[in-house]
């Protein structure tokens, strides 16, 4: 007997955000695995089995959910945001391509999710309304120097950029060495999008421009981004400023 | 008396993917704006007056929307996707800095949706599971050069890349010249996602080795998603293969 198994994207956090299609694979699950957090955004209900699980574990937590949909579970990994950006889904197909032959007969199913960039991009206005990159600046699981590779191609490619897990306690240099690389090859004014907790209470919202940006303004639950050279801001007397990045494109800014 | 205008993001198409913020928005309108199919995707109700207006008349439709927000009414704007990614936010903002100052104190709120690459990696597996690209390749409103700076640039970065209106009748040149410089800089067997129509009836998911990738195999209805260096494939002996990047990357591949 084979269950199924569905990776689901719960957006930013809050429930206006989810998509009906998630919220019925969640009603229609007899198991539901992610980290603690993300966890404890699904409703308790008889027949449903919640395994919440630490943060770093991705690769046991894919393994038990892969096991039990092979054993005929109907499985439900929650994932923050988007579950194909930075998060679960990878991971589950990393431990499916490394796991029993067996595992190739469950149907997985991936449910798209509204992810944090675009939250964040939407509070702000419409900062990645043309070409854009997203980029990890977490080196846990790749080294630094592919990181700098790819931020320069983006300087290069004059894109907008939306930055995940921007600064942590254990990689507080990173980010500012990112910020270092912008500041040297981008104008001054450059607006820069620093989205924290977006779509929850806590959630706060500032537009630096680049030469008074400095690396605490981030922190892992902030989104980062940072315009293209056409980006403009548009002032407004009693409400925030709009940040956006208009559709035309002249050839681009000087790299 | 000033109204609201709020710029929704509709999803791909199914209407499990519309936010449930989008729907309540819908539900309290007095007026719908937008591109004919995406209005066509409102239900009409006592009190709600439709106003579906032609491709290519962007900034007459936002002149339109931020007219009847200013005089009270409670405008939404309604997009495909995600409003903010090649949609309608950023020509709303474009004709809000260029119209008149009162504009400038309408309430306006961005709620963002499932945007297509996300809908599409997803049916695809996790291609955009690590550092991703995503470009516009139409060149009605910048010029070819830009986007083959940004193609170049992409690749020098190994970024994997969602590629949104890749080809239509009136530019067939583009993407043909797209796969081409591709073609030239990266691996014979990196994977490309064509994916049409994601999420409706016609939905059409494709997985081609990019030496044997053909400009004819897309049209303006249809994502393009290209792997990075290290992208993998799990095939599966009675499901479809399984396209997914990584969390881990060395150095990242060759340009």
Redesign the interface.
Same mark, same amino acid.
């Given at each position: 007997m084979t269950g199924t198994l569905v990776i689901a994207g719960l957006?930013p956090g809050?429930? /206006? !955000?989810?998509? #009906?299609?998630v919220t *019925?694979a969640l009603a229609r699950a007899t198991d539901v695995v992610g980290y603690i957090p993300y966890v404890a955004r699904v409703a308790p209900r008889p027949g449903l089995q919640l395994h919440p699980s630490d943060n770093r574990v991705?690769i046991e937590r894919s393994n038990h959910a892969l096991e039990m949909a092979a054993a005929g579970r109907h499985v439900v990994v929650v994932s923050s945001g *988007? #579950?194909?950006?930075? &998060?679960m &889904?990878?991971?589950v197909?990393?431990a +499916?391509?490394a796991g029993p032959t067996a595992w190739?007969?469950i149907?997985?199913t991936? %449910? #798209?999710?509204?992810?944090a960039m675009? &939250?964040a991009? /939407?509070?702000a206005?419409? $900062?990645?309304?043309?070409?854009?990159?997203?980029?990890?600046l977490s080196d846990n !699981? =790749? $080294?630094w120097? +592919?990181i700098e590779? @790819?931020l =320069?191609? &983006?300087v /290069?490619? *004059?894109?907008a950029m939306a930055f995940y897990n921007p600064r942590s306690k254990a990689r507080p240099q990173g980010f500012e060495t990112t910020l270092d690389i912008l500041k040297s090859a981008c104008a001054d004014n450059r607006p820069v999008i620093f989205a924290r907790a977006v779509s929850t209470a806590q959630e706060d919202i500032r537009v630096v421009p680049l030469q008074e940006t400095q690396a605490e303004m981030a922190d892992m639950r902030t989104m980062v981004i940072v315009g293209a050279s056409n980006t403009?801001i548009?002032?407004? $007397? *009693? %409400?925030p400023d709009?940040v956006?990045? #208009? @559709?035309?494109?002249?050839?681009?800014g000087s790299v």
């Amino acid at each position: 007997m084979t269950g199924t198994l569905v990776i689901a994207g719960l957006g930013p956090g809050n429930d /206006a !955000l989810v998509t #009906p299609e998630v919220t *019925d694979a969640l009603a229609r699950a007899t198991d539901v695995v992610g980290y603690i957090p993300y966890v404890a955004r699904v409703a308790p209900r008889p027949g449903l089995q919640l395994h919440p699980s630490d943060n770093r574990v991705e690769i046991e937590r894919s393994n038990h959910a892969l096991e039990m949909a092979a054993a005929g579970r109907h499985v439900v990994v929650v994932s923050s945001g *988007d #579950p194909g950006v930075f &998060a679960m &889904a990878a991971a589950v197909f990393e431990a +499916l391509e490394a796991g029993p032959t067996a595992w190739r007969s469950i149907e997985i199913t991936v %449910l #798209p999710g509204i992810t944090a960039m675009l &939250a964040a991009a /939407a509070r702000a206005g419409a $900062p990645l309304g043309h070409d854009f990159c997203a980029i990890n600046l977490s080196d846990n !699981l =790749k $080294p630094w120097s +592919l990181i700098e590779r @790819r931020l =320069k191609a &983006a300087v /290069a490619g *004059d894109f907008a950029m939306a930055f995940y897990n921007p600064r942590s306690k254990a990689r507080p240099q990173g980010f500012e060495t990112t910020l270092d690389i912008l500041k040297s090859a981008c104008a001054d004014n450059r607006p820069v999008i620093f989205a924290r907790a977006v779509s929850t209470a806590q959630e706060d919202i500032r537009v630096v421009p680049l030469q008074e940006t400095q690396a605490e303004m981030a922190d892992m639950r902030t989104m980062v981004i940072v315009g293209a050279s056409n980006t403009r801001i548009i002032h407004r $007397p *009693d %409400l925030p400023d709009i940040v956006y990045t #208009p @559709r035309s494109a002249e050839t681009g800014g000087s790299v």
